[in-house]
């Protein structure tokens, strides 16, 4: 596994075209968020006509797959974000009727319309005629039906569970597997190339275990479903696995019920029933009933879709019985993943997991009753999860803290497509649209075509996301730079985040320049000992570097780990800068935004507060701690940078770019940097860190190892002031500012002004 402080993995390639013309851009405003994105929109004549000019919005992907877009200012290119309406001849759109079916009758009454799954009967009359229309469309169809291609040449995925049944089970295979069927069966739809449907067919007879792969290995099995308990073909033990696998026999049959025979509809009906909807029964009692994060989302959600896919076909009952036991209890647990300000409850990476789960049960409902059911209105703040992934989204990579998760296969981001197209939020829309997993079969039945504009003009730089369990803020220079500056900080609570979080109160990520100069590690072995077992002070999940309090960017006290457990107490304020139509955002002298935190519980008492703030026009940035401790501290910061070591400062190489850091306070040379090696003692490991318990060790995207900058701290009182500062072109030591020296408690917007 390796490092989260590089490049993230990219499951499926994704197509952009480039644009041809300026970019656009005006001076940043005060508004607040709401009167920003209320502010006047061009005529819906105008707003068509910039669209048709348009193409894809941008000119590129960075180094990180982060979108980039042309420098410069255009008030039609980047019109503030609309929906156009009563334009679509204009547009060269279909006449399409592509709205829910109306029910009558006493309780939930699902339709016989098909297809139904992910997405309402008229999307599907109206795709060729959107993808001549519209470009986006144009290139993710090319791109899924390359997908398509590459699973007509590659075999279903040998079965081969991962630290066993109950440990990682065959998720990634499920998973797959669910990529292969939903890409086919678009591509037969669309095509109607019988070779599509073939491939379907092969799978889910693989997926029955009726039918061999060809990968199998001496170490994996050929036949789905070997080593399982009898009658569990699908390991409902570790149900993820049955749920994924449901979801492939939804789509299937669903999709393709018109071109399947009478037998084999009833074949595939009976096989979803016989390993899915049996094993799925409340009475099961299975623990992520009462779990609010992705494994309901996801479980759920396969039962959801498979309940509806085979709805009026099923003449037992249990398709109803399981579609209203799922909905109730994903109405209870599923929404509320995501917490009252829209951070997701696990961490940003298993953000993915649930709410992908959530869209595609969420469609389903929409298509095949009329309306989302409760998984929207059940919980009224879900719709800011897509605002919480927005901002968590740095210039070259997430806020990754805690654990990454597994591999995304299936999971993607386009919840905010169906977000955006749900609540008429368009900047969700056009948002998710330029990134890199945009590319993706359920997309091009959400993706509303009519939307237009830039998502990001109107929208704050800064946002604090208040609640109590990670208290965390998202702060930047722009939406658009992508070497521009993103800082984020967060405290909170270690326990509530089902095992997925680390002993991070205080931990920050910084970007500059392209590069990540102070990033997250990631994931451990999900296989070592008790790794999920527990959050309290003494469980083993602490004892692997990358989840203790050493492998993250905070204060460690005495070589220990923090206190688990203990709440803290956060502040934050922004002078509210918004960009505009301009991807070359000007930054007014007084802008800025600040966060600070008292994290004293975590230390047992001694008295520790952190701050981090933007200074000079968000060109830098200052991490203060104001510390009251009996004890030795050490002040860690992980990065994949070369460090020099020169006293007070230190000089940071990474990507070709530079970054100085240097002690601003105490000035009197008493504090110094120094450097380690990221890594754990294998000694204080699980097991003396011997077979799945030893430590992962932490490199670089380029290979190289991650190092830590460090400032040892005797027992005493201290201002240490922190000062980050990006080697901008155009910009010499001169420029940067000395900070204030101002106590945390004392710190406002104006404070620091120099």
């Not at 707003?47 to 048709?52: D, E, G, P, Q, R």
């Not at 799922?326 to 953000?351: F, I, P």
């Not at 998760?405 to 169906?418: H, Q």
């Not at 005493?716 to 101002?742: A, C, H, I, N």
């Amino acid at each position: 596994m390796r490092n989260q402080l590089g490049i993230p993995a990219v499951i499926a390639a994704i197509i952009i075209a480039c644009v041809v013309g300026g970019v656009v851009g005006t001076r940043n405003s005060d508004d607040d968020n709401t009167d920003a994105r209320n502010a006047a929109q061009p005529s819906p004549s105008d707003a068509a006509s910039n669209k048709l000019s348009e193409g894809v919005l941008t000119s590129g992907m960075s180094d990180d797959n982060v979108p980039q877009y042309s420098s410069g200012t255009n008030t039609k290119l980047y019109q503030a974000p609309t929906v156009i309406t009563d334009q679509d001849d204009k547009l060269n759109l279909p006449s399409c009727n592509e709205n829910p079916p109306t029910m009558s009758g006493d309780g939930m009454q699902v339709t016989t319309d098909r297809p139904r799954i992910g997405g309402v009967p008229g999307r599907w009359n109206c795709l060729q005629d959107y993808i001549k229309a519209d470009a986006y469309m144009k290139s993710w169809n090319e791109t899924i039906f390359e997908q398509a291609e590459h699973f007509q040449n590659t075999p279903a995925p040998a079965w081969l569970p991962d630290g066993g049944l109950t440990g990682s089970g065959v998720l990634d295979q499920a998973r797959e597997c669910q990529q292969a069927v939903k890409s086919n069966a678009y591509a037969f739809r669309i095509s109607g190339d019988n070779k599509y449907k073939d491939l379907v067919w092969d799978r889910l007879k693989v997926i029955s275990g009726e039918k061999q792969t060809p990968a199998g290995t001496d170490d994996a099995s050929k036949t789905y479903g070997s080593g399982t308990p009898e009658g569990d073909l699908w390991n409902s033990q570790h149900f993820l696995d049955t749920a994924e696998f449901m979801n492939s026999y939804a789509i299937a049959y669903d999709w393709l019920y018109d071109s399947w025979t009478q037998e084999e509809r009833d074949w595939i009906r009976d096989t979803v029933v016989k390993n899915g909807l049996q094993k799925s029964k409340a009475e099961n009692n299975y623990w992520w009933r009462n779990e609010q994060g992705n494994w309901n989302c996801v479980c759920n959600g396969g039962m959801i879709n498979t309940a509806l896919a085979i709805y009026e076909d099923d003449n037992t009952g249990i398709a109803n019985q399981i579609l209203n036991e799922a909905l109730d209890n994903a109405k209870q647990n599923c929404v509320n993943g995501a917490r009252a300000d829209g951070t997701w409850t696990e961490t940003s990476d298993y953000w993915y997991f649930g709410t992908t789960g959530w869209s595609l049960a969420t469609a389903s409902l929409i298509a095949s009753t009329g309306n989302e059911q409760g998984m929207l209105s059940s919980n009224p703040n879900f719709y800011k999860t897509a605002d919480f992934h927005m901002y968590n989204y740095g210039n070259t990579f997430k806020f990754n803290y805690g654990d990454h998760g597994p591999n995304k296969f299936t999971a993607t981001a386009n919840a905010l497509v169906l977000l955006g197209r749900e609540t008429n939020t368009p900047e969700y829309t056009l948002y998710q649209r330029d990134r890199e997993d945009a590319a993706d079969v359920f997309n091009m039945l959400w993706y509303e075509p009519r939307v237009a504009g830039a998502w990001w003009n109107k929208m704050p730089l800064d946002r604090y996301f208040d609640d109590d369990a990670t208290q965390w803020a998202s702060m930047r220079s722009s939406w658009t730079d992508t070497k521009g500056m993103f800082a984020a900080i967060k405290a909170g609570n270690t326990e509530g985040h089902q095992t997925h979080g680390d002993l991070d109160v205080g931990d920050f990520v910084i970007d500059a320049l392209g590069q990540r100069w102070a990033g997250e590690l990631g994931s451990a072995n999900y296989l070592g000992t008790k790794y999920f077992n527990s959050e309290d002070q003494d469980a083993n999940r602490w004892k692997w570097y990358r989840k203790g309090t050493q492998g993250q960017n905070v204060l460690m006290m005495n070589d220990q780990n923090a206190v688990a457990g203990v709440s803290s107490s956060a502040k934050f304020d922004t002078t509210n800068t918004v960009q505009g139509a301009t991807t070359d955002i000007s930054i007014d002298d007084d802008s800025t935004a600040f966060y600070t935190a008292d994290l004293t519980k975590s230390y047992n008492g001694n008295s520790v507060k952190r701050g981090l703030r933007f200074l000079n026009k968000r060109r830098q940035v200052l991490v203060q701690d104001d510390i009251d401790s009996g004890e030795d501290m050490q002040w860690r910061v992980q990065t994949n940078a070369t460090i020099t070591l020169n006293g007070q400062s230190a000089d940071l190489e990474l990507g070709g770019e530079k970054m100085t850091v240097r002690i601003t306070h105490p000035s009197d040379g008493s504090l110094k940097f120094g450097q380690e090696k990221a890594e754990q003692s294998q000694a204080n490991l699980p097991n003396g860190g011997q077979g799945e318990d030893a430590d992962i060790p932490n490199v670089g995207k380029d290979g190289s190892e991650t190092n830590v900058l460090t400032i040892d701290l005797t027992p005493g009182q201290y201002r240490l002031q922190v000062s980050f500062e990006p080697q901008w072109d155009g910009m010499s030591s001169s420029d940067f500012q000395t900070p204030k020296d101002v106590a945390i408690d004392d710190w406002s917007l104006r404070s620091h002004d120099a």
